[in-house]
């Protein structure tokens, strides 16, 4: 996953940005959502070592009739102030 694909998914569902919580710099982007949401549950499955999401990890939480879905990416793609590139 480049950081441009990122960027698209994350503005499509207008993903926030995952923070140290110390230092506040950017580790990633996640949502909490009432539903399932296939494009992102695809990723989720298709995130191990080795495969084609890298250098992104994603991940999906489930709690109760919520799901929390987080995509980690290289630090030097979001910095305090949002994605480096913008």
């Not at 298709?46 to 890298?54: A, F, I, K, V």
């Not at 980690?72 to 910095?79: K, Q």
């Amino acid at each position: 996953m480049t950081r441009a694909e990122l960027k698209t998914i994350a503005a499509k569902y207008n993903m926030d940005f995952i923070r140290h919580y110390i230092t506040n710099q950017g580790e990633g982007v996640y949502l909490d959502s009432d539903v399932s949401i296939p494009e992102l549950d695809e990723l989720v499955e298709r995130s191990y070592p080795g495969d084609e999401l890298g250098p992104c990890f994603a991940q999906a939480e489930h709690a109760g009739d919520s799901v929390r879905y987080s995509i980690y990416c290289p630090h030097n793609w979001i910095d305090l102030w949002g994605w480096t590139d913008d």
